[in-house]
């Protein structure tokens, strides 16, 4: 017997068995996966004793696989957040100022009902009162709760993910939110920086064109060529850190002073 996963005409996935019988070859198709029917279902259909048994449905199928699957490790930890956090002991035993919680007849009820789970059942209770929606205890005690409880482990591995995912990044992520935030601050301040920087080129530049204007006198400072490398020279002896080039420490060029005492003219603060 051989089982051919496929599709049919519409899209939907069928399984095609192909069976010998005496010396013909014959095939029936079955609508689901392979995977979905046992081949005792399967060959009691050949013989003619029973009838197409339906697939499972797809979240039966997927929690099949999970509930075989190795998650052991991500319910370990589900079980360390709620350790760490205070809800159980490190045996697993549920702690007693949680247990405390519980008036003697609920508890009752919750180890009657849940048997060997019930600390699962209180846990979780306990969680999703005290801690807030969405943090690292209330994914661990969900995950569990989802396994434990509704024994669904295909959402108890999701949630599982989702808090390893929280555990090893949230914490890079929130600092990286502080440096986005910082960045964008600082992006923001440049404008007014650079204006602050001018601001302060200009008045030294004036100072310097006034002070040079009684050494030279004004007729000779009109002359912007001959004023900027006047001014450059007294900047280049003192090193103005205003007008030093931050990644080869040299002066700026007396053109760029130039430049500036254009400027200052228009403004009036230089003749």
């Known amino acids: 017997m051989k089982k051919v996963d496929t599709v049919d005409a519409d899209g939907i996935p069928v399984c095609v068995v192909t069976y010998s019988s005496g010396l013909t070859e014959n095939s029936i198709t079955f609508e689901g996966r392979c995977v979905d029917f046992s081949d005792d279902e399967i060959q009691e259909v050949v013989d003619g004793l029973g009838d197409k048994p339906y697939p499972m449905s797809n979240r039966d199928i997927v929690d099949y696989y999970f509930s075989r699957a190795p998650h052991a490790s991500n319910l370990k930890l589900c079980e360390t957040v709620l350790t760490d956090a205070g809800v159980l002991e490190s045996s697993g035993a549920l702690k007693q100022e949680v247990e405390s919680v519980f008036d003697q007849a609920r508890l009752a009820r919750i180890k009657s009902e849940f048997g060997e789970n019930w600390i699962v059942e209180a846990a979780a209770l306990y969680v999703f009162e005290n801690f807030n929606t969405y943090s690292r205890e ?40 502080k440096n986005k935030v910082a960045l964008q601050a600082a992006e ?23 002070e040079q204007k009684a050494e030279h006198g004004a007729e000779a400072m009109r002359r912007d060529v001959n004023a900027a490398l006047w001014i450059h020279s007294i900047i280049e002896k003192n090193r103005y850190s205003e007008f030093l080039i931050k990644k080869t420490g040299r002066v700026i060029e007396p053109d760029v002073i130039q430049r500036l005492l254009r400027e200052l003219r228009l403004q009036g603060k230089i003749g």
Do not use: C, M
Not at 188 to 209: D, G, H, N
């Open 138 to 177: 209330f994914y661990a005690a969900s995950s569990l709760y989802e396994y434990y409880i509704l024994d669904r482990p295909f959402r108890a591995g999701y949630i599982a993910s989702e808090t390893i995912l929280k555990f090893n990044y949230e914490d890079s992520v929130i600092q990286g939110q």
């Open 188 to 210: 923001e301040a440049k404008p007014t920086k650079a204006k602050a920087r001018k601001k302060q080129k200009l008045e030294l530049v004036a100072k310097l064109w006034h």
